[in-house]
């Protein structure tokens, strides 16, 4: 079955992260403005899922190598940018 979940970023301990899913859906702060991913994860249907990196680039700042933009958000004076790094 396939469900949404929430991963929370917390940049205070870097930009980049790993999420096990399917596909992003949304990048932006929750309701209670903490900067987060959701995804979609499939635990029973068999769907590929994978292991995928992430990283969190603030406007103006270097973008590593073989990464692909998945989303930007605004989130208080800043814009964030959501890359995912190709393997």
């Known amino acids: 079955m396939k469900t949404v979940h929430k991963f929370p970023i917390d940049l205070s301990f ?3 992260f790993d999420v096990e899913c399917v596909k992003v859906v949304h990048f932006g ?5 903490d900067l987060s991913v ?3 994860v499939d635990q029973e249907d068999g769907e590929e899922m994978e292991k995928r990196t992430f990283v969190v680039h603030g406007t103006g700042h270097p973008i590593l190598p073989a990464s692909r933009h998945r989303a930007s958000c605004v989130h208080g004076a800043f814009v964030w940018h959501l890359f995912e790094r190709v393997r």
């Open 14 to 16: 870097g930009d980049v």
């Open 29 to 33: 702060p929750d309701p209670r403005g």
């Open 38 to 40: 959701w995804a979609i």
